[in-house]
DNA sequence: AATTTCATGTAACCAGTTACATGATTCA
DNA sequence: TGAATCATGTAACTGGTTACATGAAATT
């Protein structure tokens, strides 16, 4: 839906940038995006409508309600929980592009910050971890606890680049 | 099947375990786990006893077969591929420490080699997407991409570190 | 002329989520 | 004694995967 409101595009579109961007976890197959195209659709939150009626090949642009606008707005306002960050990044991740495009700025550093603050508070919960699994003498589970919490030391550390960023955009248009 | 082959254990115990530690992305839902559980003892990779009997409160305790096994270490033992590290790192970490534990330091060794080896390949079709977002002026895309491969660098420092920590122990067991 | 790409879909299969259900045991 | 935990499962719903199907338009 975030894909639709970016531009008004058709299924095969969709598949294309699922297949060709790095948008992981996202499946191009037809038999997953069709039939969602079709509940966003009769859930009111997206449109479609046929370009080249006439021709042979039609196709079926979809666009974004306002109702879909709204939901979409909703849905990016939530805050950031410890599941998403403990879950799939990459989620979060798109969830901030679609922030700051539909957003806005100051919405897209508030919602990193957020995050920032979050991944802060996932770190000691992962040492805690790798305490433990060093105490029973894991070693390779420990490497992977390191793992992790090097990733999320450098998800901050992003977060806080990136905020930085944004903010001197805002001093300086 | 990984966590049963560490060792002998209940569904109730694979709950606890995706519920207290970080293995991300498994769910702890009775509907997921009983289920797999049965599929493997069918595919006869697992096989469990009734521990208790007796009493009143029985427990399924399933332990991996020689089958099992074998399938086990021959998945563990396949390459991998640029489709596991674009889309889910913890499942690859999940594989590592199975690796490690079944397979042994050599063997770790070698998966976390060939790891490193595709992230370094991965990085720069990343920076090439990056590329065409910026000329495509798309700044939130950008910033994202440029999280993934500040992700994909930590991901590479990680796997030669611990490389190296696994070949001095190696040297000075 | 043949292959690839555009463009849409359907159907069978598989698997996860949520919620419900049951009952014993342990702990406060 | 009541609440939490141990321990196992089922059922309805949801949604993704794989594969099949169709046919026009563009490319080689």
Redesign the interface.
């Known amino acids: 839906m975030g894909l639709v409101r970016q531009q008004p595009q058709s299924g095969y579109d969709i598949m294309k940038t699922f297949e060709t961007?790095?948008i992981?976890?996202y499946s191009s197959s037809p038999g997953a995006v069709y039939p969602a195209l079709r509940r966003l659709e009769e859930a009111g939150l997206i449109a479609g409508e046929v370009e080249n009626r006439d021709s042979l090949r039609p196709r079926q642009v979809y666009h974004v309600t306002p109702a879909g606008e709204r939901e979409l707005r909703q849905y990016l306002l939530q805050p950031i929980t410890r599941e998403d960050i403990?879950?799939?990044?990459s989620d979060v991740?798109?969830r901030?592009?679609?922030?700051?495009?539909v957003l806005g700025r100051r919405e897209?550093v508030r919602m990193l910050t957020q995050y920032a603050q979050a991944v802060d508070a996932y770190i000691p919960?992962?040492k805690r971890?790798l305490a433990i699994v060093r105490q029973e003498a894991l070693?390779?589970?420990g490497?992977?606890?390191?793992?992790?919490i090097?990733?999320y030391?450098?998800?901050a550390?992003?977060a806080r680049r990136?905020i930085a960023?944004l903010q001197d955009e805002e001093d300086d248009p």
Chains 1, 2 share one sequence.
Do not use: C, D, I
């Open positions: 961007t790095a992981s976890s403990a879950k799939n990044t991740m798109l901030f592009v679609f922030t700051g495009n897209a919960e992962l971890q070693p390779y589970a490497h992977a606890l390191e793992h992790g090097e990733q030391r450098a998800e550390r992003w990136v960023r």
